[in-house]
C-alpha cells in the first residue's frame, strides 16, 4: 500500500513537474510566435491604433486653425486677381470635367467667377462647350493646342521612340506606352503657359476632370499669392516612381553645372536630395541618382505664370526637352515643375495649401484639425480618416516642412469679406 502510495505521489510529482516543463516550453513557443506575429503586423501595419500613433509621431503638431468660423457666404464683390482656372481635357471625359467644375464652384468660385479655360489638343464639341458654360458661374474660354506646341518635337527619333515605348509597355511602367500621355506631359511642361488665352494672365489653378474639393475655400488662393509673394503652390507631395525618369535627375544635374547662377540660393535643393529619415517612422526609399524623388502632385497646382515664362525656367525646359527624356522615358512634368520650382524659387515662394481637402484617385487629404474641417463646411472622403496621403510615410510633406519651414493659416486670411 504504501509503496502504491509513494508511487502514485512520484506518478503526480513527476506529471507535475512534466507539466509545468511542457507548458513552459509551450508558453515559450507560443510566446515567440505572438512575437514573430506582432513583428508581422508592425510591419504591414494592420493595428489600426498602432497606425494612429506611427501618423501621430509622423505629424507632431499643427497649427491648422483660424481664430474665426466664417461660415456665412462672402459680402460683396470680392477684389479679384488676375488669375485663371485651367483645365486641359479631351471632349469624352465631359462628366469628370463637369464634377470637378462642380466641386471647385461649390466651395470656391461661386463668390469670385474667375474664367474657366480649356485647352485641348483637339476642338471642343459644341456639346462640352455648352455644358461647360452651364456648369461655370463666370466666362468660359476653348484653346486648339497647335501640333507644334503639342506633338513630339521633330528631333525625336521615331524608330528609338517605338522601341522605348515597347520596351515601357513590356516593363509596365505606369502610361509606359501611351504616346498621348508623353505629348501631355511635355505640354504641361513647356507650353501651357504660353498659350495665347493663358498669356493674358498672371496666374493659374490647375484642375483636372474627376477631382473634388472636400472643404470651402474661404480665401482667394490667387490673391493670397500676390500679397505673400507666392510662386508654386500644391496640396499633395510624395514620391514618383523611379521607372519613369530613369536619367531626368542626370539631366537636371548637367542643367545646374551650366546654369550655376541660375540655382536660387535659397533654393529647396535639399528637399530634393536629402534622404535622411524624419520622425520615428519612415520608408526607405531605393532611389539610384541623388534625386530622393520627391515632387509635388501636379493635378493640383496654383501657380504663377510669369515664373514659367521666366528666362530661367524657359531655359530649364528646354535644356530637359532637347534630351528626348520626356520622349524615350516617360518624364511627368510632375517631377519637372517641382524640381524647378524647388531649384529656381526661394524656398519661401513655395506654398503648401494645408486647409484644401482635395481628392484625385488614388489619393486623397483633408485638414486634420476638427475646428478646420467643421468651420470649413469639409465633407472628407472616408479614405481620408486611414489613408490621408500627408500622413503616410511615402509622404514627401514632412520633408516639405523641415526645409521650408510651417506658417500660420491666420497669416493668409481676410476674415472681412466674409462678414
Ligand atoms: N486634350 C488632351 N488632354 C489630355 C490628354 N491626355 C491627358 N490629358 C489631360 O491631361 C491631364 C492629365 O492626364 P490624366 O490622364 O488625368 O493623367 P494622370 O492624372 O496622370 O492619370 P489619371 O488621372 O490617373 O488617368 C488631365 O487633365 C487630362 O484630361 C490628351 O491626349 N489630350
Ligand atoms: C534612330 O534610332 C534607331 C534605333 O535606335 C537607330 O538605329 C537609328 O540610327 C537612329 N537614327 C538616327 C538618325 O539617329
Ligand atoms: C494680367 O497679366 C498679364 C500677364 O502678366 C498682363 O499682360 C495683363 O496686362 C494683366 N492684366 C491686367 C488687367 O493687369
Ligand atoms: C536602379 O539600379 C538597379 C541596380 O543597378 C537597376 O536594376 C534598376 O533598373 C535601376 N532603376 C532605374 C529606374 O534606373
Ligand atoms: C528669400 O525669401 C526670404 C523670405 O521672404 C527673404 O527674406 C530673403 O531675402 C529671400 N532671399 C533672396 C535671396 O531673395
Ligand atoms: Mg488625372
Not at 113 to 131: G, I, V
Not at 287 to 309: A, K
Not at 332 to 351: F, K, M, Q, T, Y
Request: charged fraction near 25%.
Amino acid at each position: 500500500m504504501a509503496t502504491s502510495r509513494a508511487l502514485v505521489a512520484f506518478i503526480v510529482l513527476i506529471s507535475f513537474f512534466a507539466q509545468i516543463w511542457n507548458s513552459r516550453v509551450k508558453s515559450k513557443v507560443n510566446l515567440n510566435e505572438i512575437h514573430s506575429r506582432s513583428l508581422e503586423i508592425v510591419a504591414k501595419r494592420e493595428n489600426p491604433h498602432l497606425m494612429d500613433l506611427e501618423l501621430a509621431k509622423l505629424k507632431p503638431a499643427s497649427n491648422s486653425y483660424v481664430h474665426e468660423l466664417f461660415p456665412r457666404p462672402i459680402s460683396g464683390a470680392p477684389q479679384l486677381e488676375n488669375a485663371t482656372i485651367l483645365m486641359l481635357c479631351r471632349n469624352w471625359e465631359l462628366p469628370g470635367v463637369l464634377k470637378s467644375m462642380r466641386s471647385l464652384e461649390d466651395r470656391f468660385n461661386k463668390d469670385y467667377h474667375y474664367t474657366w479655360t480649356f485647352l485641348n489638343d483637339k476642338p471642343f464639341t459644341e456639346r462640352f462647350k455648352e455644358a461647360t458654360t452651364f456648369m461655370a458661374s463666370g466666362k468660359t474660354q476653348y484653346g486648339l493646342i497647335s501640333p507644334q506646341d503639342w506633338d513630339a518635337p521633330s528631333f525625336i527619333n521615331v524608330t528609338k521612340w517605338e522601341e522605348c515605348l515597347q520596351d515601357f509597355e513590356d516593363r509596365n511602367v505606369i502610361y509606359g506606352g501611351s504616346k498621348s500621355y508623353r505629348n501631355m506631359c511635355h505640354f504641361n511642361s513647356g507650353y501651357f503657359y504660353k498659350q495665347p488665352l493663358v498669356l493674358q494672365y498672371d496666374y493659374y489653378f490647375r484642375v483636372e476632370p474627376d477631382v473634388e474639393y472636400f472643404c470651402d475655400f474661404q480665401m482667394d488662393p490667387f490673391r493670397l499669392f500676390r500679397e505673400n509673394s507666392k510662386k508654386y503652390g500644391f496640396v499633395i507631395s510624395l514620391i514618383e516612381y523611379e521607372d519613369t525618369i530613369p536619367t531626368l535627375w542626370e539631366a537636371v544635374e548637367d542643367f545646374m553645372n551650366a546654369n550655376p547662377d541660375m540655382i536660387h540660393p535659397e533654393s529647396m535643393l535639399d528637399f530634393l536630395t536629402d534622404d535622411k529619415p524624419i520622425g520615428a517612422d519612415y520608408l526607405v526609399v531605393e532611389h539610384n541618382s541623388s534625386y530622393n524623388l520627391c515632387h509635388f502632385w501636379s493635378n493640383f497646382e496654383i501657380g504663377d505664370l510669369n515664373f514659367f515664362r521666366s528666362e530661367k525656367y524657359e531655359t530649364y525646359f528646354k535644356f530637359l526637352s532637347q534630351t528626348g527624356g520626356f520622349y524615350y522615358e516617360r518624364w511627368g512634368d510632375a517631377p519637372v515643375h517641382s524640381i524647378a520650382a524647388a531649384l529656381l524659387l526661394n524656398r519661401s515662394e513655395i506654398h503648401h495649401f494645408e486647409d484644401i481637402g482635395y481628392t484625385h484617385v488614388p489619393f486623397a487629404t483633408c485638414p486634420e484639425s476638427e475646428m478646420l474641417r467643421l468651420g470649413k463646411r469639409c465633407i472628407c472622403a472616408d479614405s481620408t480618416k486611414t489613408d490621408n496621403i500627408n500622413l503616410v510615410p511615402h509622404s514627401c510633406l514632412p520633408r516639405f516642412w523641415k526645409y521650408a519651414g510651417k506658417s500660420f493659416l491666420r497669416e493668409y486670411y481676410h476674415p472681412e469679406e466674409y462678414q
